[in-house]
């Protein structure tokens, strides 16, 4: 059993920056597969990003370039830092974590196990 928590939330104009945070905890004691999720209103749920401890990272192609995922091992924190944000990406993110992800899911929301709670990000034009 893995419990995570985010942090982070804010508005922000466009062209922002914000970093949010989530605090792995529980029965961590093998390797986690995390990942940044988001889901605006009236859409499904999306793929951002994705690492594994040792440092792999997949990211959506709407945000290569922008938006850097990085995990803290000593601590089982996941950050998400996110530069020259736009509006369209206001949205709930939310962090996920399971102990095996496949390579080809590791952006899909179904095959994560574990979720935060979500945290709410604005970006205003």
């Known amino acids: 059993q893995v419990q995570l928590v985010e942090s982070g939330s804010g508005s922000v104009q466009s062209g922002g920056s914000l970093t949010l945070s989530c605090a792995a905890s529980?029965?961590?004691?093998?390797?986690?597969?995390m990942g940044w999720f988001r889901q605006a209103p009236g859409e499904e749920r999306e793929g951002v990003a994705s690492?594994?401890?040792?440092?792999?990272?997949i990211y959506a192609d709407s945000v290569k370039g922008r938006f850097t995922i990085s995990l803290d091992n000593a601590k089982n924190t996941l950050y998400l830092q996110m530069n020259s944000l736009k509006p369209e990406d206001t949205a709930t993110y939310y962090c996920?974590?399971?102990?095996?992800?496949?390579?080809?899911?590791?952006?899909?929301?179904?095959?994560?196990?574990?979720w935060g709670q979500g945290t709410q990000v604005t970006v205003s034009s």
């Open positions: 529980g029965n961590i004691n093998s390797k986690l597969y």
């Open positions: 690492i594994v401890s040792e440092g792999r990272t």
């Open positions: 996920a974590a399971d102990f095996w992800v496949p390579f080809s899911a590791r952006l899909r929301p179904t095959a994560y196990l574990y």
